[in-house]
């Protein structure tokens, strides 16, 4: 086959499957500006005639968008900042301070990726509400502190790290905190922002554990808040597309506009462990 025929067939075959992959999240948000009712006709149509942005204000004034919003953002950062402090500490501890049984624990560590996580969510209820924190921020933050998959990352990434350049620093007098903060942590740059990308991600668009852990409508994140509105909007289409327009686009964005840190960082991490 030519060589130019079977570039512009491969190429062809990439864009058809982005346009598949692109077509809904671009439908949602069209729908989101149609008034309502407007999708409901057949054949459904594909761009609003006369956008309009009703959908979002009855979100932000009576379905209360806004708060949910705000709870995402809040419960999502704090467990982003924790994580990334527990995970960086424990992972350069796992590959470059010596103490007893390290290799054994990593090793029950590593096991615990084949556990569903959905299987510690009873014990994990059932602990919280024996200590008061079912229907709070700190519970739904706590069980995001660290993560094997985490630890893993800044393991493998810091094994690379020269044993020489630790050596030097303490023989020089340098606390191991020191040297952590001073020399290990600007090293660790490219899996921090690749572990910060994913660990929110993950904490945005975690549904079964807040839908566990809270209770009251007053704490729920954007996932939460848009599954009650499809209960109680069965027919109102365009605003259910509207709250998953404010679901989706952020972390959207934020992937989008740091996905070369975040392959940047697993690429590295790869090569040097």
Same mark, same amino acid.
Not at 1 to 8: D, E, G, V
Not at 109 to 125: K, R, Y
Not at 250 to 270: E, I, K, N, T
């Given at each position: 086959?030519?060589?130019?025929? =079977?570039?512009?067939l491969i190429n062809g075959l990439l864009l058809g499957g982005a346009a598949v992959a692109l077509f809904p999240l671009l439908w949602m948000l069209a729908v989101s500006f149609m008034p309502a009712g407007t999708s409901n006709a057949l054949p459904p149509p594909l761009w609003p005639a006369h956008p309009v942005l009703d959908n979002y204000r009855q979100l932000f004034r009576h379905a209360g968008m806004g708060r949910y919003l705000f709870n995402s953002l809040l419960i999502s950062g704090a467990i982003t900042l924790l994580s990334l402090l527990f995970n960086l500490l424990a992972g350069y501890a796992?590959?470059?301070?010596?103490?007893?049984?390290?290799?054994?624990?990593?090793?029950?560590?590593? =096991?615990?990726?084949?556990?569903?996580?959905?299987?510690?969510?009873?014990?994990?209820?059932?602990?919280?509400?024996?200590?008061?924190?079912?229907?709070?921020?700190?519970?739904?933050?706590?069980?995001?502190?660290a993560s094997v998959l985490?630890?893993?990352?800044?393991?493998?990434?810091?094994?690379?790290?020269?044993?020489?350049?630790?050596?030097?620093?303490?023989? &020089?007098?340098? !606390?191991?905190?020191?040297?952590?903060?001073?020399?290990v942590l600007p090293?660790?740059?490219?899996?921090?922002?690749?572990?910060?990308?994913?660990?929110?991600?993950?904490?945005?668009?975690?549904?079964?554990?807040?839908l566990i852990e809270l209770t009251g409508q007053g704490h729920y994140t954007l996932p939460l808040g848009l599954a009650t509105l499809a209960r109680e909007h069965t027919e109102g289409t365009e605003q259910m597309m509207a709250g998953s327009v404010?679901?989706?686009?952020?972390?959207? =964005?934020?992937?989008? !506009?740091?996905?070369?840190?975040?392959? &940047?960082?697993?690429?590295?991490? !790869?090569?040097k462990g």
């Open positions: 086959m030519n060589p130019r025929l =079977a570039k512009a796992f590959a470059k301070l010596r103490f007893a049984g390290r290799e054994r624990l990593f090793r029950m560590l590593l =096991a615990l990726l084949v556990v569903p996580a959905q299987v510690a969510m009873l014990p994990l209820f059932l602990m919280f509400k024996y200590a008061g924190l079912v229907d709070t921020y700190v519970g739904v933050v706590l069980p995001g502190l985490g630890i893993f990352l800044v393991r493998q990434y810091a094994r690379g790290l020269p044993d020489e350049l630790l050596e030097a620093a303490r023989i &020089d007098g340098a !606390s191991e905190l020191h040297i952590f903060v001073r020399i090293l660790l740059r490219p899996v921090v922002a690749t572990l910060a990308i994913l660990t929110f991600l993950t904490a945005w668009n975690d549904f079964m554990w807040p404010l679901t989706v686009l952020p972390v959207l =964005a934020l992937f989008l !506009s740091m996905q070369r840190h975040y392959l &940047d960082g697993l690429l590295l991490g !790869s090569v």
